[in-house]
């Protein structure tokens, strides 16, 4: 049997954790697939006291994950610590300068320096692996580098934070305010620390910006997504969305248009039918379009131990195997400048503006509509309450930049009260 692949784990938290209960339970299948044993030879976490359930007296310890990077007796680094500056970043470059491969699972660390991370890797003749960064258990850079590599992509779309669509999903099933179910996802542990990163829609970005660098061989361009949270989503939302056949998801879409790359991660409306819009709780669903494959729908855990170590040791036995693909699928110095375009496809909208309960209000505001160059298809009014008269209003095909100027427009008469929500009926 060759020489076996040493793995330095930088990080024994959730997914560390999880990557040695693979190697450890599947020690001989693995070294069968991969065609030599792969073993952890040495392993960094802030706290060598912690206990972590779980034997880790066979691994050398380090207080530094940057001299675990350096260690002679480590051929690979797999960073699970996570954070975009500071020790991941650290033991990355420390790894890529001593010509080490790292496999990781930090969307954040890639989303901010990925180009130049990537650039580093080649020029040292080594590669990143990060399959666990993006939707999870879901081996969705594989399928776009490997078994897609034949298409052109067209579009990119995907349900990639579980905490948000948990969020949604309950917030429609028990008819509850967003805020009392942000505060039981919270008691459950199942927002980040820094909650903005879940429902501010900023760590589904990471992962879109990824993505579509893979997808339409731009370099990571996350500063270029159009990015909008879920906290402004009412249950009236939901369930006025519901009676006309569509579910509200924090949905990403990436896709290459006529005036560059437009990304977004904003709540959208999908058809109930679709498989968007059947996916519910935690899950996450990433849906890829190609030239010659049409339309690919992967469905999966986003996150949690087992998933995410899953695709972490995906990557470390392609390593094992010499199988050594460029970072985003094509040399990092071919990648091309990334041309942003903000919402450039025009689409359908859902609008829910509250008007005064007076003649004419209705009137008034259509006509806004209307010279904004924004046609209306459908429109619904619900029963009245407080003097006001909700009005629904599904909307022909139209650019974000038409819908803003015509709310802007709508909010300056006198007819509207408080803030209308607009949000797109995505094409699924
Ligand atoms: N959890 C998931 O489901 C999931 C899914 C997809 C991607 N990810 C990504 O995977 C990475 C790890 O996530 P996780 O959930 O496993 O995190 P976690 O449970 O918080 O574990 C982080 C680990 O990193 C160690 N660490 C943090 N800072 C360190 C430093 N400066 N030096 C040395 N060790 C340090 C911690 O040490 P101590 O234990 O001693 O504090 C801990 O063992 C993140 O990039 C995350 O975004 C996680």
């Not at 006509?367 to 924004?374: C, F, I, N, P, R």
Request: proline letters at 4%.
């Amino acid at each position: 049997m060759p020489a076996p692949l040493r793995i330095g784990l930088a990080g024994l938290g959730t997914v560390g954790i999880g990557v040695i209960e693979i190697i450890q339970n599947h020690a001989e299948m693995i070294a069968m697939r991969a065609g030599r044993p792969i073993i952890i030879t040495a392993i960094s976490a802030r706290d060598p006291k912690r206990d972590r359930g779980i034997d880790l007296s066979g691994f050398a310890w380090e207080d530094d994950p940057v001299a675990l990077a350096r260690r002679d007796d480590v051929d690979i680094l797999v960073e699970v610590m996570g954070g975009h500056e500071g020790a991941a970043r650290a033991a990355t470059e420390a790894a890529l300068e001593a010509g080490k491969d790292v496999v990781t699972a930090n969307k954040a660390l890639l989303a901010h320096y990925g180009q130049a991370l990537a650039e580093k890797a080649e020029a040292a003749g080594c590669t990143i692996r990060f399959e666990a960064a993006v939707a999870g258990g879901i081996p969705i850079i594989k399928s776009l580098t490997e078994g897609l590599a034949g298409n052109s992509i067209r579009r990119v779309m995907g349900v990639m934070n579980g905490t948000c669509n948990y969020i949604l999903t309950r917030m429609e099933d028990a008819g509850l305010p967003y805020e009392m179910v942000f505060e039981e996802a919270r008691a459950l542990g199942y927002l980040e620390a820094d909650p903005n990163l879940d429902v501010g829609g900023i760590d589904a970005s990471h992962k879109l910006s990824l993505l579509s660098s893979i997808a339409f061989g731009t370099k990571v361009a996350f500063d270029g997504i159009e990015m909008e949270g879920i906290g402004a989503i009412s249950v009236d939302d939901i369930q006025r969305a519901g009676d006309m056949g569509y579910r509200i998801k924090l949905l990403g879409v990436a896709q290459m248009t006529g005036r560059g790359l437009e990304q977004r991660m904003t709540p959208c409306l999908v058809p109930q039918d679709s498989p968007l819009g059947q996916l519910s709780g935690g899950t996450n669903m990433v849906v890829v379009e190609g030239d010659a494959v049409g339309q690919i729908v992967l469905r999966g855990a986003g996150a949690g131990r087992g998933p995410t170590a899953s695709a972490v040791m995906g990557d470390v036995i392609d390593l094992a195997r010499g199988i050594r693909t460029p970072v985003f699928g094509i040399p990092a110095t071919k990648l091309a400048e990334t041309v942003s375009a903000h919402s450039a496809a025009p689409s359908a909208w859902y609008l829910r503006i509250r008007l005064v309960d007076k003649p004419g209000a209705l009137a008034k505001v259509a006509t806004k509509l209307g010279d904004a160059g924004v046609s209306i298809n459908r429109m619904r009014q619900y029963g009245h309450s407080d003097g006001d008269a909700p009005v629904l209003i599904v909307t022909h095909k139209a650019t974000r930049d038409d819908i803003l100027t015509a709310m802007a427009a709508a909010r300056a008469t006198n007819v509207v009260v408080g803030e209308p929500v607009a949000l797109r009926i995505e094409d699924v």
